[in-house]
């Protein structure tokens, strides 16, 4: 039984790489950069998002695919940021794949793009395991989910170029340890770059704009 599973595993991840692979290669035919954002539910990535497009716009050409479970909720935010957005519904999946962003990328004028943004569902497990054909991954880790998230879901952090240290306007009021987090990241993952935000209050959010800016413009 626990074999089946295995091997059924297997064939989906395998049937899913494939799919990526001509989605990566259909990026790079069109000179598109693509971030696949993931992190917990709540962490912040479409505030982040709204923050980072304020930076972004007008320098990059961008647009974004927001995967949720149900709800347009976060494509309407994005929108009124004025750029392109996609909304993918998973009716319950906790990832995207990379069959639905070879179905979304059917609506999107991929030449007229420098950087395209896919914004995960809400979850720090799934979304590692499904390669969607991005260039880079980046994991949003809210400073009210606790240091131990690192160690404790390993393969996110393994696979993100960088980390977004959130909400650290509210360290003072959680025991969020976080010379402690930066050690487990960089033990994990020790070029992963770290970026402390508050996107109330506006910290880090120019560092990690010009990050992003310099993975794609090449
Ligand atoms: N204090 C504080 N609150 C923040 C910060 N960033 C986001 N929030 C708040 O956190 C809540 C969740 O933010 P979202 O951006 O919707 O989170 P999300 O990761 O996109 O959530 P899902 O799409 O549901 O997974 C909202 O109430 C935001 O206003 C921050 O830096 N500091
Ligand atoms: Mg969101």
Redesign the pocket.
């Known amino acids: 039984m626990i074999e089946l599973e295995i091997k059924l595993m297997k064939n989906i991840l395998g049937a899913n790489d494939e799919i990526a692979a001509l989605n990566r290669k259909l990026f790079a035919e069109r000179g598109v950069a693509v971030m696949n954002l993931m992190?917990s539910?709540?962490?912040?990535?479409?505030?982040?998002l709204e923050q980072t497009l304020r930076r972004i716009v007008g320098r990059l050409r961008v647009a974004v695919i927001e995967g949720?479970l149900f709800t347009a909720k976060?494509a309407e935010r994005i929108e009124r940021a004025g750029v392109d957005v996609i909304q993918i519904n998973t009716a319950g999946g906790c990832h995207l794949d990379a069959a639905m962003i070879q179905r979304a990328c059917m609506s999107l004028n991929l030449d007229a793009l420098d950087l395209l943004i896919v914004?995960n569902v809400?979850n720090l497990v799934c979304p590692a395991e499904f390669d969607i054909g991005e260039n880079f991954k980046a994991v949003?880790l809210s400073i009210t989910e606790g240091d131990d998230k690192p160690l404790k879901y390993p393969l996110i952090f393994k696979e993100s170029a960088a980390v977004v240290l959130?909400?650290i306007?509210?360290l003072e009021f959680t025991n969020f340890d976080l010379p402690s987090a930066r050690q487990d990241l960089t033990t994990l993952h020790p070029t992963i770059k770290i970026f402390e935000?508050?996107?109330?209050r506006g910290d880090g959010l120019d560092d990690w704009a010009a990050w992003l800016i310099g993975r794609t413009v090449r």
């Open positions: 992190g539910p709540g962490s912040g990535k479409t505030t982040l949720d976060d914004e809400g949003v959130n909400k306007d509210l935000t508050s996107c109330t």
